[in-house]
């Protein structure tokens, strides 16, 4: 069966500091996968998605960047933390066009908290 | 583009009563719909899903929703919630000609079951 891994599950960091969030998904070959940012008390922000190795699309303008270095590897990364970047990341993966439903599979989430 | 509305951002229900959330939805093609739960300090769990075919939809933990072409809604009920059902819960849609499978949610609605 297919799993997705992400971490670290809570992260505490001083703005300016850099970021690395890390997702694997398991059990699956080229998915596609999904980083979301859940702020207080508001819905999910689609970041960045990719359809394959190295390919990004990035869904706002903002200090963040993702990066798919394997194929079921997807990692999110600041250079320099914004106090407005504090949220719940999720990660997602969902199976390629044409074999799937277009549902997406979620991790269990990411907590930052920039001080 | 797709777009989901969800008509109620909070809804609170005595234990035993049914539950109604609403979820509109924009879309100038065809579309799958999802709803998802998500509990405190979690990520999603797809609740139920509507592909074709039979417009009413049932799920895990009792839930069902129907699908409404000519008023483009999918709205989830449940007959008689516990306690356990508090939770928030998303309504989302992606096209079916969808490439990169690109869900988009709706802004949530918080289920408060009491007692």
């Known amino acids: 069966s297919q799993t997705i891994h992400q971490w670290p599950a809570t992260l505490v960091q001083p703005v300016g500091s850099p970021l690395s969030l890390e997702c694997t998904v398991e059990g699956t070959s080229n998915p596609n996968l999904y980083w979301y940012r859940q702020a207080a008390g508001r819905g999910l922000q689609l970041l960045f998605y990719s359809v394959g190795i190295g390919q990004i699309s990035s869904e706002v303008p903002q200090n963040l960047s993702a990066s798919r270095p394997q194929d079921r590897q997807f990692i999110l990364s600041s250079k320099k933390l914004l106090l407005s970047d504090s949220g719940f990341y999720l990660c997602?993966?969902?199976?390629?066009?044409?074999?799937?439903?277009?549902?997406?599979?979620f991790g269990e989430g990411s907590r930052l908290t920039v001080l | 583009a797709q777009s989901v509305t969800q008509l109620d951002s909070q809804v609170p229900v005595f234990e035993e009563a049914p539950v109604e959330l609403r979820c509109n939805y924009s879309?100038?093609?065809?579309?799958?719909l999802f709803w998802y739960v998500q509990y405190p300090n979690q990520g999603l769990q797809l609740l139920l899903k509507y592909l074709s075919g039979s417009t009413l939809v049932k799920g895990i933990n009792g839930f069902e929703a129907e699908f409404n072409k000519s008023q483009t809604s999918f709205h989830l009920r449940k007959p008689s919630v516990h306690i356990s059902d508090t939770a928030e819960y998303f309504c989302?849609?992606?096209?079916?000609?969808?490439?990169?499978?690109?869900?988009?949610f709706g802004a949530g609605t918080t289920v408060t079951v009491r007692a």
């Open positions: 989302a849609v992606t096209t079916i000609r969808s490439n990169d499978y690109k869900l988009s």
């Open positions: 997602a993966w969902s199976v390629f066009r044409g074999r799937g439903t277009g549902e997406l599979f």
């Open positions: 879309s100038s093609v065809s579309v799958y």
